[in-house]
């Protein structure tokens, strides 16, 4: 059975996931192996619906389908990004939509994963596992330095504060994560597939896009031309890497 906030004495003691879709059978689905697998489970048919219950629960993931009624997903994954409380929470998105733009414009917005259905209960399973280990103690592995600096660029890892020229840069958590394990790595040549396994913590079944997604979204946000980046260079036929100047 679904839980509401403060209903079972385990709440704390579990990860919470929130389940925004408007279809019963794919919420009993996920409520049912997600349960089964040790996870506590929230529901919610509608976006606002779910947005009042990342509002009042403490949420650990959500899993965000993109067609829904009123508010789409996408509108959805906006606001949870605007929000300070909630912009790194990590995000998959579930949608029935294969078309390539939707999965980009989900990433652009600070998706963290993306599953087309029909979708394998236990390569869900593995994902959300590895979102959730991504965001907790992983995402923390290199800490025996806080303080990064490469020209005008600053990052304090202690804070998970970027800055440009001074100027606060807002970075969704995967985006932060690449950049920090880029800029400890200078000069080093990542492999989209490299980035994929230390970023994401699973092969993306050779959808390296999504490295090459969160790559232009950063250079728009660190870069004075992004199509002549000062930063993160591309290797061509490899990957990428970050040049401190």
Request: charged share 30%; net charge negative.
């Amino acid at each position: 059975m679904a839980i509401e906030k403060g209903v079972n004495e385990n709440y704390m003691e579990k990860k919470v996931i929130l389940a925004i879709d408007d279809e019963p059978h794919i919420q009993e689905l996920l409520e049912y192996n997600l349960t089964k697998a040790g996870f506590l489970v929230l529901r919610a048919d509608t976006g606002e619906r779910g947005l009042e219950l990342l509002g009042s629960a403490q949420v650990d993931l959500v899993l965000l389908d993109c067609m829904l009624p009123g508010m789409d997903g996408m509108e959805v994954l906006r606001r949870i990004r605007d929000e300070e409380k909630l912009c790194r929470l990590p995000v998959m998105m579930l949608t029935a939509k294969g078309e390539e733009i939707d999965k980009v414009l989900g990433l652009e917005l600070g998706a963290d994963d993306y599953l087309s259905k029909p979708f394998g209960i236990r390569e869900l399973e593995a994902r959300i596992k590895a979102l959730l280990r991504r965001s907790g103690s992983n995402s923390e592995r290199i800490r025996s330095k806080e303080h990064f600096q490469a020209g005008d660029l600053v990052i304090n890892h202690e804070a998970r504060e970027v800055t440009l020229q001074g100027l606060l840069v807002t970075l969704s958590r995967k985006e932060y994560e690449l950049l920090h394990l880029l800029i400890t790595h200078p000069n080093r040549v990542f492999t989209r597939e490299q980035l994929l396994e230390q970023i994401w913590g699973y092969a993306y079944l050779g959808e390296t896009r999504t490295v090459d997604v969160h790559i232009r979204s950063l250079r728009k946000k660190l870069e004075e031309n992004p199509e002549k980046p000062r930063y993160i260079q591309t290797v061509r036929g490899i990957g990428y890497k970050f040049t401190k100047q």
